[in-house]
């Protein structure tokens, strides 16, 4: 086994449930899959994060579920390198830019 040091352990990463994507929403709410189309959170989240110059030190990252659902919403949970990490249900095109900012606030140092 070998210890590594990250580029997220500065900042942190953000978790994006994949399952509410590929599963949940198009299963339970196909009027709310309609609308986001081929819209997918994580992917949106890594090109801002890489345009603003803040990934390497903030990843954002598929994950299974996390056993927080919310009919038509994406689970997100904002986990920093130190500290206590943020889990919320959210709209992902709605809320996308309060949840951008809100990372950068909480995980980005600006380098």
């Known amino acids: 086994m070998q210890k590594v040091s990250p ?4 900042g942190g990463l953000v978790l994006v449930c994949g399952r509410c994507f590929k599963e949940r ?3 339970e709410d196909p009027e709310v899959a309609e ?3 081929d819209f997918h959170l994580r992917n949106w989240l890594k090109e801002r994060l890489k345009q603003d110059g803040y990934w390497g030190e ?3 990252i598929s994950t299974s579920c996390m056993d927080v659902c919310a009919r038509g919403r994406v689970t997100v ?3 920093p390198a130190a500290g206590e990490g943020t ?3 959210l709209d992902p095109l ?7 900012r809100t990372i950068v ?5 600006g380098e």
């Open 7 to 10: 580029k997220w352990a500065r």
């Open 25 to 27: 929403i198009p299963e």
């Open 35 to 37: 609308r986001i189309g």
């Open 58 to 60: 903030i990843r954002a």
């Open 77 to 79: 949970c904002i986990e």
């Open 87 to 89: 889990v919320m249900v």
């Open 94 to 100: 709605g809320d996308r830019e309060e949840l951008y």
């Open 105 to 109: 606030a909480r995980l980005g140092s």
